[in-house]
């Protein structure tokens, strides 16, 4: 079993859509998640993190955090072509500096 | 903003050659790391290091090492360059006290021919 689990997609969703993304992962002790985009050809850049339990919201994104179930996800509200891109969902564990990335959700968003 | 900046964009390189790939970070970040990303694997960590001269392995080690003789700087070598490892490679940093995940450099596309 992967320790941090993304469904590979592609999710397709029409503009203006939510696009909803989930990530499962296994440490139970896992303290900080982080979720990243990434552009065919380019470096994943940050785009949330989250420490605490409950919603937590930056503009068009909103990352959702549920420890005791083990899963953390992401909504991209009115969803626009440019939000076409790969996330990766990343999970710091409870011990160490590394963090530990999922496989990443193929999002298509069709105009 | 942090900036981590990698030597080279694109390199292609010839089978048997020793290949050094280098790493800058500017923020004087303690954890740097490399990874390799390819089609359907995913991110896989290849090495990292905690502080100068600390080094290390992470999931995928064989034909690497890496060199951290300054804070800032972190180098990935292959020893003797194969065919199988054309890749797109990513170093990153990262402080720990501040937890606000990992930044990125722009990425080197290897290929070795």
């Known amino acids: 079993q992967k320790e941090v689990e993304q469904n590979s997609g592609p999710l397709s969703v029409p503009e203006g859509a939510i696009a909803s993304l989930n990530c499962t992962y296994s440490d139970r002790g896992s303290q900080s998640f982080f979720w990243y985009r990434q552009y065919s050809g380019k470096s994943p850049e940050l785009i949330m993190f989250i420490y605490s339990n409950g919603d937590k919201e930056d503009g068009r994104f909103t990352a959702q955090l549920n420890k005791a179930s083990q899963y953390v996800s992401l909504l991209i509200r009115d969803s626009q072509p440019s939000d076409s891109a790969t996330y990766l969902c990343?999970?710091?564990?409870?011990?160490?500096?590394?963090?530990?990335f999922g496989g990443g959700t193929r999002v298509l968003v069709k105009p | 903003d942090v900036k981590v900046t990698q030597s080279s964009r694109y390199l292609v390189k010839r089978t048997g050659e020793k290949v050094f790939l280098e790493c800058v970070q500017d923020m004087d970040h303690e954890n740097m790391f490399w990874y390799r990303q390819d089609p359907g694997l995913g991110l896989r960590l290849i090495y990292f290091s905690y502080d100068v001269k600390m080094k290390e392995k992470g999931d995928i080690p064989e034909g690497y090492s890496v060199s951290r003789e300054k804070k800032e700087r972190f180098s990935l070598i292959l020893e003797s360059a194969s065919t199988n490892q054309t890749s797109m490679y990513l170093c990153?940093?990262?402080?720990?006290?501040?937890?606000?995940?990992?930044?990125f450099g722009s990425g080197t596309r290897l290929t070795v021919v």
């Open positions: 990343a999970v710091k564990g409870a011990a160490g500096n590394k963090l530990t």
């Open positions: 990153a940093s990262y402080r720990a006290m501040v937890n606000y995940g990992y930044t």
